[in-house]
């Protein structure tokens, strides 16, 4: 399978235009196209201001075109993007639609575009089916993903939109489109507390599972570390892809384990995430 990972944690570090360069000489396919910066939202305080992006400005998708071009001058191709969250915001809410449109002209297909956590299926579907039109028009997918919320007494992760088998198909049933696909958080999935695992929920996901999130956790934080690192089991997971015949890529989202790295050494970070990602697709064709 083809590899790829977000731009984000590099971005921060060299910008986009870099990130994208340097994924390339790491090794990678493709990129993930973060669009974050679109706005500032403070986490505290769930106030959402405007960010400075340029994906926001009158050339915003001219911006989103020149990523493309650079990342097809460097071998490598935008396989789909991360909208900005929370989307109980509603300043980010009327931000997907500009994220959608942005992912269509980087070359992506898929736009992951979280729930609200604390909605139910058909209270996020409503969401999901306001913007599947524009989707549609845009030939960009729109892909739900599991989350979580976190209990301080309990020390643990607590339920959350699609955080279970049984949520993420209701959620993925109460639109019932090829429009809206699924798309795992590898890590979400492995969190204490959730009662669930990876494996499982590829198993129920099957041929609706149509792009990943692939970090490692110790079972119990949200660690975004790279893989192999920590305690999730790659080999199931592998094994369990290729028993549902995911077509999909590997998209590495090991955003914390990139901020150990300095800016002058990022593409050495980015170098061992690509070998961590081939590591698991070995795992794939073994089976």
């Not at 369990?240 to 593409?267: P, T």
């Amino acid at each position: 399978m083809k590899i790829s990972t977000e731009i984000d944690s590099s971005a921060i570090k060299v910008g986009k235009e870099k990130a994208i360069e340097l994924i390339a000489k790491a090794g990678f396919d493709a990129w993930d196209f973060s669009m974050f910066d679109m706005c500032k939202y403070n986490w505290e305080t769930r106030v959402a201001n405007v960010g400075d992006s340029p994906l926001n400005g009158a050339n915003g998708l001219a911006y989103a075109r020149k990523l493309k071009q650079i990342g097809l001058d460097n071998g490598i191709v935008c396989n789909q993007s991360h909208a900005p969250f929370p989307t109980s915001n509603q300043l980010i809410r009327s931000m997907c639609k500009r994220a959608i449109e942005c992912t269509a002209e980087a070359g992506g297909n898929i736009c992951i575009i979280h729930p609200d956590n604390d909605k139910t299926a058909e209270e996020n579907a409503e969401f999901y089916m306001e913007l599947l039109p524009f989707a549609k028009d845009c030939g960009v997918k729109i892909a739900t993903e599991n989350m979580w919320n976190w209990s301080g007494e309990k020390d643990q992760a607590t339920f959350a939109a699609c955080a279970t088998p049984e949520s993420f198909l209701a959620h993925l049933n109460a639109v019932n489109s090829d429009y809206l696909v699924a798309c795992l958080d590898i890590g979400h999935a492995e969190m204490r507390g959730l009662n669930t695992n990876a494996v499982q929920m590829i198993k129920a996901l099957g041929g609706k599972l149509q792009a990943l999130h692939i970090h490692d956790n110790d079972k119990w934080h949200d660690s975004h570390q790279i893989p192999f690192s920590m305690q999730i089991d790659f080999e199931a997971i592998a094994k369990a892809l290729k028993e549902i015949g995911y077509g999909g890529y590997l998209m590495l989202e090991a955003s914390y384990y990139l901020k150990a790295y300095s800016n002058e050494d990022i593409l050495q970070g980015l170098k061992q995430l690509a070998l961590s990602a081939r590591r698991i697709d070995e795992l794939c064709k073994k089976g």
